[in-house]
């Protein structure tokens, strides 16, 4: 079954605690990128990657930081949460020139940091 | 880069009316307008997409209608079931000065739908 996963799905941690959030799809997709989801705001986007080892800043990429050695994985981690972070996490793929083809978006991740 | 401004942000029907969610742009370079679906605890699923080379696009209940020059485009679900209700997100991508980009993708602030019975 094609599925972008993600892990965790629920965390609650303390400021400070560096934390991972991992994202593995299984279509080949060249694509891949994260989103924030806060009530009124929509999606945000974070950081996004066009290949293996290609990244680039989205919207709000401020206090995370991704990496993209494998086609299929795409972490986004917080090296110093701070409460701002909490918020709904997804990862999403796609084929190449992904903000113009349809997005896979995997169930989320709800990160509180306290 | 882009801006992208969706209304409204709440939408009450009755079962069997209609629904239309409304969304502005400002990149007019961009040419792929998809909209999502997002059901409570799950991740947005494409429902239905229009690129810039047609003005309408159909599937069964759900039609999305595109106004270049006005830079919008709308959703629109007809005859409404319960099922329907969720929440509804438009999105654009940002096309950089060659056109090739399209890494960034701009989402609006979503519409909740809800049907009531």
């Known amino acids: 079954e094609a599925q972008v996963t993600q892990n965790p799905r629920y965390l609650i941690t303390v400021t400070g605690k560096k934390l991972t959030v991992t994202c593995s799809q299984n279509?080949?997709?060249?694509?891949m990128s994260w989103y924030r989801q806060d009530p009124g705001l929509g999606l945000r986007q974070i950081y996004y990657s066009m290949n293996v080892e290609v990244t680039d800043k989205g919207d709000v990429p401020e206090g995370y930081k991704v990496s993209r050695k494998e086609k299929r994985n795409f972490p986004l981690i917080l090296e110093s949460p701070s409460p701002n972070q909490t918020s709904l996490y997804f990862c999403?793929?796609?084929?190449?020139?992904?903000?113009?083809?349809?997005?896979?978006f995997g169930d989320g991740t709800r990160l509180s940091i306290l | 880069g882009e801006n992208v401004e969706q209304h409204p942000s709440t939408l009450s029907v009755q079962e069997g009316d209609s629904a239309v969610i409304k969304c502005t742009y400002s990149d007019s370079a961009s040419n792929y307008f998809p909209w999502y679906k997002q059901e409570l605890g799950k991740g947005p699923q494409l429902i239905i997409d229009?690129?810039?080379?047609?003005g309408e696009k159909k599937d069964q209940r759900i039609a999305v209608t595109l106004n270049k020059t006005a830079k919008h485009f709308s959703l629109h679900i007809t005859e409404t079931q319960p099922e329907d209700s969720a929440v509804y997100f438009c999105a654009a991508p940002d096309a950089n000065a060659g056109g090739t980009s399209y890494g960034k993708l701009t989402f609006g602030q979503g519409t909740i739908l809800t049907v009531h019975p």
């Open positions: 999403a793929s796609s084929h190449n020139r992904g903000g113009g083809q349809p997005q896979h």
């Open positions: 229009i690129r810039s080379n047609v």
């Open positions: 279509m080949n997709h060249e694509y």
